[in-house]
């Protein structure tokens, strides 16, 4: 394919893949990355089978047909062989032990391809498959998943009561989405809790908003990138021009929660903020060739620029986090999530779809930073109330309880101001008070319990709380980064 006057020799689906819980929510296959970027995997075509790639077949070809016969001719109830054939492929892909790769039949091979419309329904977040488990990358901004409270590394061990064990990731996916207004009665286990998290999300109607941006203090602008999708450049460009127009001093990008997407959707806005020459990321296949990909049209800015990174960046916000780390611009944070291998996806004539691990990607210094993540210049940790999952909605919390939920409950107060004496989970008098003390400001009934309409309201003053740059403790060290940069 060709971008921007420079050959790419890699089609790239990155990111998990956009394999979300409320859709198998991906970015590529033949026909839809052709349409995105000119071509298919090596010059618009797939690339070559040879002799010496097939010998391993060839050799062990009369056991595979002996399996298959043995299957159709006696196993006791009626086998389809499509079905066969299916299970043979899904099962070499999944011998190699990679998250990343995946083969779909022609169902979900359908599912993928209708991902990238304008919105979807489900209940918002990134997921991946870590040590067998269904594990979130990031839930969508204003999504469900974010509102349930759902969290970067959370485990979902089971759905509506089915468990989610052996299950790959396209089949687990399958369970967790569902049409809009229907509840997915989440099991869900967060690292350093004991206990398994009992969340229910209302699936709804996701729409695909890549990009926000505002104008902060002091004349910083600030820029969030939700994901890398086929449009996110061109937002990206619009809403920077605003930004300039204002008299912008400072740039803040954040890819917080980002799990990546398209390639050639990153390197376009690299292109605009780096300059001409300079390198972005490469590329390296299985025989160790590499490919550089380099600015060829950009001008340095005249503003300095910082990074917001945390867990839930991932892949293609990592190639942006790198590249821009490379050419001098810190990042503040968290490490990032560590996805540094690049996908294509390709049609079977059949309509199923095969989607494999093709090569690394290397930050401009080489590196590559597969499972270890980019580490920010400035270290920003999130406070306790981060990891806290709000109350839900279907379970009362009241005097004397110890649980969990109750913890969680302690720790929402306490990130809203409204100060209960502990956060070990036990629903003390203080903490009641703490509760009825939020209700009085939001005109409820003061029972000190949470109920359904506590718990809503609780959830919504919990996500403002969080969105609110004062409360944005990353951001706010982000911003004093870059207010010395300004200087």
Same mark, same amino acid.
């Given at each position: 394919?060709?971008?921007?006057?420079?050959?790419?020799?890699?089609?790239?689906?990155?990111?998990?893949?956009?394999?979300?819980?409320?859709?198998?929510?991906?970015?590529?296959?033949?026909?839809?990355?052709?349409?995105?970027?000119?071509?298919?995997?090596?010059?618009?075509?797939?690339?070559?089978?040879?002799?010496?790639?097939?010998?391993?077949?060839?050799?062990?070809?009369?056991?595979?047909?002996?399996?298959?016969?043995?299957?159709?001719?006696?196993?006791?109830?009626?086998?389809?062989?499509?079905?066969?054939?299916?299970?043979?492929?899904?099962?070499?892909?999944?011998?190699?032990?990679?998250?990343?790769?995946?083969?779909?039949?022609?169902?979900?091979?359908?599912?993928?391809?209708?991902?990238?419309?304008?919105?979807?329904?489900?209940?918002?977040?990134?997921?991946?498959?870590?040590?067998?488990?269904?594990?979130?990358?990031?839930?969508?901004?204003?999504?469900?998943?974010?509102?349930?409270?759902?969290?970067?590394?959370?485990?979902?061990?089971?759905?509506?009561?089915?468990?989610?064990?052996?299950?790959?990731?396209?089949?687990?996916?399958?369970?967790?989405?569902?049409?809009?207004?229907?509840?997915?009665?989440?099991?869900?286990?967060?690292?350093?809790?004991?206990?398994?998290?009992?969340?229910?999300?209302?699936?709804?109607?996701?729409?695909?908003?890549?990009?926000?941006?505002?104008?902060?203090?002091?004349?910083?602008?600030?820029?969030?990138?939700?994901?890398?999708?086929?449009?996110?450049?061109?937002?990206?460009?619009?809403?920077?021009?605003?930004?300039?127009?204002?008299?912008?001093?400072?740039?803040?990008?954040?890819?917080?929660?980002?799990?990546?997407?398209?390639?050639?959707?990153? +390197?376009?806005?690299?292109?605009? &903020?780096? /300059? #001409? !020459? @300079?390198?972005?990321?490469?590329?390296?296949? =299985?025989?160790?060739? *590499?490919?550089?990909?380099?600015?060829?049209?950009?001008?340095?800015?005249?503003?300095?620029?910082?990074?917001?990174?945390?867990?839930?960046?991932?892949?293609?916000?990592?190639?942006?986090?790198?590249?821009?780390?490379?050419?001098?611009?810190?990042?503040?944070?968290?490490?990032?999530?560590?996805?540094?291998?690049?996908?294509?996806?390709?049609?079977?004539?059949?309509?199923?779809?095969?989607? +494999?691990?093709?090569?690394?990607? &290397?930050? /401009? #210094? !080489? @590196?590559?930073?597969?499972?270890?993540?980019? =580490?920010?210049?400035? *270290?920003?940790?999130?406070?306790?109330?981060?990891?806290?999952?709000?109350?839900?909605?279907?379970?009362?919390?009241?005097?004397?309880?110890?649980?969990?939920?109750?913890?969680?409950?302690?720790?929402?107060?306490?990130?809203?101001?409204?100060?209960?004496?502990?956060?070990?989970?036990?629903?003390?008098?203080?903490?009641?008070?703490?509760?009825?003390?939020?209700?009085?400001?939001?005109?409820?009934?003061?029972?000190?319990?949470?109920?359904?309409?506590?718990?809503?309201?609780?959830?919504?003053?919990?996500? =403002?709380?969080?969105? *609110?740059?004062?409360?944005?403790?990353?951001?706010?060290?982000?911003?004093?980064?870059?207010?010395?940069?300004?200087?």
């Amino acid at each position: 394919m060709y971008f921007r006057g420079r050959t790419v020799a890699l089609l790239l689906v990155f990111a998990v893949l956009f394999s979300s819980l409320a859709t198998a929510a991906v970015a590529g296959d033949g026909s839809l990355l052709s349409q995105v970027t000119g071509s298919s995997f090596l010059s618009g075509n797939k690339a070559p089978v040879s002799g010496k790639d097939v010998e391993g077949l060839e050799d062990n070809l009369n056991k595979l047909k002996e399996a298959y016969g043995t299957i159709k001719s006696r196993y006791i109830h009626d086998v389809d062989d499509q079905k066969l054939i299916d299970g043979a492929i899904r099962g070499m892909v999944e011998s190699l032990d990679d998250p990343y790769s995946a083969y779909m039949d022609k169902k979900t091979a359908k599912q993928f391809h209708s991902s990238m419309e304008s919105s979807f329904q489900g209940i918002g977040a990134e997921v991946t498959m870590k040590k067998g488990r269904v594990t979130i990358v990031s839930p969508f901004k204003g999504s469900p998943a974010e509102k349930a409270g759902l969290r970067p590394e959370d485990q979902i061990v089971k759905v509506n009561d089915i468990s989610l064990e052996g299950m790959d990731l396209n089949e687990a996916v399958a369970k967790i989405k569902g049409p809009k207004g229907s509840k997915a009665r989440l099991e869900v286990l967060r690292p350093g809790q004991d206990e398994l998290m009992k969340v229910t999300v209302v699936r709804d109607e996701i729409p695909i908003e890549t990009v926000h941006s505002r104008m902060l203090e002091d004349k910083i602008g600030k820029i969030e990138i939700t994901q890398f999708s086929e449009d996110t450049s061109k937002e990206v460009t619009k809403q920077l021009d605003k930004l300039e127009e204002k008299g912008m001093k400072g740039l803040v990008i954040d890819v917080r929660g980002n799990p990546g997407g398209l390639l050639p959707s990153v +390197l376009e806005i690299l292109e605009k &903020l780096l /300059p #001409e !020459g @300079k390198m972005l990321m490469m590329t390296e296949d =299985k025989s160790g060739n *590499k490919v550089e990909y380099r600015a060829e049209e950009g001008k340095k800015k005249k503003y300095p620029i910082i990074v917001l990174t945390d867990k839930g960046s991932a892949s293609a916000s990592e190639i942006l986090a790198g590249a821009m780390k490379s050419a001098g611009y810190p990042t503040v944070g968290q490490t990032t999530f560590g996805k540094g291998t690049v996908q294509t996806a390709e049609d079977f004539s059949d309509g199923s779809n095969l989607k +494999l691990t093709m090569a690394k990607w &290397l930050t /401009p #210094e !080489g @590196k590559w930073i597969h499972k270890k993540g980019i =580490k920010p210049d400035v *270290k920003a940790k999130l406070p306790d109330y981060y990891r806290a999952a709000p109350p839900q909605p279907d379970k009362l919390l009241k005097r004397d309880q110890s649980s969990h939920h109750v913890k969680n409950l302690q720790l929402v107060l306490e990130g809203l101001g409204y100060r209960p004496d502990r956060t070990d989970g036990y629903f003390s008098e203080q903490t009641a008070t703490a509760v009825k003390a939020f209700q009085k400001t939001h005109k409820l009934k003061m029972t000190g319990e949470v109920d359904k309409k506590t718990a809503l309201k609780l959830q919504e003053e919990f996500i =403002k709380m969080l969105r *609110k740059p004062d409360s944005d403790l990353q951001l706010r060290v982000g911003v004093e980064t870059l207010k010395k940069k300004m200087k």
